[in-house]
């Protein structure tokens, strides 16, 4: 997200604590039960640790909070069926805004989502 400097008082203003932890349960696609038609699936569970942590900014970037995650034994997610990283993340970005609001944080306030 690109911000005029102008706007970097505003952004701080919006800072609340220095970090925030959050953890989503997902279902990810191990593997098609029958042919190419079937919609059978085994499905597995793991979950998306995600982190924001509030940066100051500087001359090359605007303050805010930046996401960091990590989903759990994603070596042993087939890909193929699921998607990268960001896309497992992706399937939980409403919830994550959604606690971020719930925590009082501006969705305004991330400089870094994806």
């Known amino acids: 997200m690109a911000f005029d400097t102008s706007d970097y ?5 919006m800072k609340r604590d220095d970090c925030y932890y959050f953890t989503y349960p997902i279902e990810y696609i191990i593997d098609r039960i029958g042919d190419e038609n079937s919609d059978e699936y ?3 569970n793991t979950t998306i640790d995600v982190q924001f942590d509030w940066h100051d900014g500087d001359d090359s970037r605007a303050p805010g909070y930046r996401l960091s995650y990590k989903v759990n ?3 042993q997610i087939p890909v193929g069926f699921n998607g990268s990283e960001s896309d497992l993340l992706d399937q939980i970005y409403s919830d994550i805004q959604d606690d971020l609001r719930a925590s009082g944080i501006e969705v305004g306030a991330v400089e870094i989502w994806f």
């Open 42 to 44: 085994v499905i597995g």
């Open 9 to 13: 008082d505003e952004i701080r203003s």
């Open 73 to 75: 034994n994603y070596d």
